[in-house]
């Protein structure tokens, strides 16, 4: 037991300090400012998980929280395509996904829109290129569906994902 308190002692906090709050909030609120302005309404998005390690899923929940507070300004995530303006999808793609990720580009009312979420889902990055077609997996998301805007990172920020959704909605409103 003595052991274990000298070796907290010598070795300290070891996380990482908390980022800078108040340009980070700033940059949240613009962001959010800029989706709302540009759509006038709600944004509904589906998130779909078509084989990723789910890294970039603890990302994506990562919005939903009182700090980022997505739905708080009216983007919700819906449980089902049906329901939803966007797609943010991570990958890559496995075999056993990519009919399902077809059934739910199908099912999305247009305009719909997709963004590609993570290396994985993107085809890029060290992580991403492994994931070509093999016996497993059929590659990025573009491989599969038409994708309008993707966010590299392994897994990328809460804050790319926000701005990665904002230029999917800008482009679409051009
Ligand atoms: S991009 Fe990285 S974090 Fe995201 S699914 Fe791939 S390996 Fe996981």
Avoid at 68 to 75: K, Q, S, T, V
Avoid at 102 to 120: M, Q, R
Avoid at 167 to 172: G, L, P, S
């Amino acid at each position: 037991m003595l052991a274990l308190l000298k070796r907290i002692a010598k070795t300290g906090i070891v996380s990482e300090p908390t980022p800078e709050v108040g340009d980070m909030r700033r940059e949240i609120d613009r962001l959010q400012d800029e989706v709302l302005r540009i759509l006038g309404r709600a944004l509904t998005i589906r998130e779909v998980d078509a084989g990723s390690c789910n890294a970039c899923e603890l990302e994506i929940h990562a919005l939903n929280n009182p700090y980022y507070n997505l739905e708080g300004r009216g983007i919700k995530f819906v449980a089902s395509p049906r329901h939803a303006d966007m797609l943010l999808v991570t990958g890559p793609v496995t075999k056993n996904m990519e009919n399902a990720l077809k059934i739910a580009y199908e099912c999305t009312p247009d305009p719909k829109l997709v963004v590609a979420v993570g290396d994985c889902g993107c085809g890029c990055g060290e992580i991403g290129r492994l994931f070509g077609p093999n016996y497993a997996t059929v590659g990025p998301v573009e491989a599969v569906i038409p994708v309008d805007v993707k966010v590299p990172g392994c897994p990328p920020t809460p804050i790319d994902l926000m701005r990665g959704i904002l230029a999917a909605v800008a482009k679409n409103r051009r």
